[in-house]
């Protein structure tokens, strides 16, 4: 089975078109979003109808359940807030329909998606280092788990006597020994220092991960979200990838 993960999303429709061109090229089984569909960005409805239409599993992000009123946000910073807010006034019916439904984790074929992390799915924690690595390990089952949530590309190991590294690289045999948490990025606000959005390639016949990135117009992107009156730090923050 070869899947295609995304996550983070956030309304970014320019990213959206032009990962569509990119996957064109791709032979996959699956498509699969970790969360995060909306918020942030100004093409809110574009990006939900095209998940709702195109990916096999759908997972919820803290902002999607955030946008239906269906987790906390006394968390958010002030621009996520107003993000929020202007989002649930722009989302159509049917289209907040199909992020209430949601669900917050999903397991086959011997992977745990999650958008999150596994521990607490829905407090929504970061999973960022070896610290994290070795606490979230303990809560799933399976060899391998996909998360998002932190827009930045990280693989943690874990091996038989339950030491946990990290890693950072563009592609990853997976030894079937070892366990595993992939991050893949952010497709619509990268915050690892690379403004080009991410997602990630997993092979189960063949064991591999790749990170593949590519270049999107980025100024129509931002242009949108100062025409819409969203906070224009949300715009500037995508020109440096943090």
């Known amino acids: 089975m070869r899947y295609i993960i ?32 909306v918020g942030y960005g100004a093409d809110p409805n574009p990006c939900v109808e095209w998940v709702s239409k195109n990916t096999h599993i759908s997972i919820a992000g803290n902002h999607d359940w955030a946008a239906v009123n269906k987790t906390d946000t006394t968390y958010f910073n002030s621009y996520a807030l107003e993000s929020c807010k202007w989002t649930r006034e722009k989302l159509t019916k049917e289209n907040k329909k199909f992020l209430d439904s949601l669900p917050l984790d999903h397991e086959e074929e011997g992977v745990y998606w999650v958008h999150a992390s596994p521990f607490e799915p829905e407090a929504w924690h970061y999973v960022t280092s070896k610290a994290g690595g070795k606490r979230n390990f ?102 440096r990838g943090r």
């Open 138 to 239: 303990k809560n799933f089952e399976t060899p391998i788990c996909f998360v998002g949530h932190s827009h930045k590309p990280i693989i943690l190991e874990q091996t038989p006597d339950g030491e946990v590294n990290d890693y950072f690289g563009d592609s990853w045999e997976i030894k079937t020994e070892n366990r595993y948490i992939f991050n893949d990025g952010s497709l619509g606000q990268p915050r690892d220092g690379n403004t080009n959005p991410a997602f990630m390639i997993y092979d189960s016949e063949e064991k591999t991960v790749e990170v593949r990135r590519f270049e999107y117009d980025l100024a129509v992107a931002q242009k949108k979200i100062l025409d819409n009156g969203l906070p224009s730090y949300l715009a500037e923050r995508l020109a």
């Open 6 to 37: 995304f996550s983070d999303l956030h309304s970014n429709l320019e990213a959206l078109n032009q990962f569509e061109k990119e996957i064109e090229t791709i032979a996959y089984d699956k498509l699969v979003c970790l969360g995060d569909i």
